[in-house]
C-alpha cells in the first residue's frame, strides 16, 4: 500500500490520503463485482442461431424417431 501512495505522491503517514485511496480501491472492486453479474452482450444473430439448432435437433431426433418406429413394423 505504501508503494502506491508513495507512486501517487502521497505522504505514507496521511490518514485522509489513505482512506480516500481505500474508498477509490472499494468503488473500483464494486464496480468489478457489478460488472460481473452483468450477464454478457449477446450478437443479434445469436437466438437465431441457437434456434436453428434446436430445430435441427429435433427433426433429426423426429427422423431417427421414424427410423425405429419403421424397423420395429
Known amino acids: ?16 490520503g489513505i482512506k480516500a485511496l481505500m474508498k477509490k ?9 457489478k460488472q ?3 450477464p454478457p452482450p449477446m450478437h443479434p444473430q445469436t437466438a437465431d ?7 435441427e435437433d429435433m427433426m433429426n431426433l423426429l427422423m431417427r424417431l421414424n427410423e425405429r418406429l419403421s424397423e420395429i413394423e
Open 25 to 33: 480501491k472499494e468503488e473500483d472492486i464494486a464496480t468489478l463485482k
Open 49 to 55: 442461431v441457437v434456434q436453428q439448432k434446436s430445430e
Open 1 to 16: 500500500m505504501e508503494d502506491i501512495i508513495i507512486e501517487l505522491g502521497h505522504d505514507p503517514k496521511d490518514a485522509k
Open 36 to 38: 460481473l453479474k452483468m
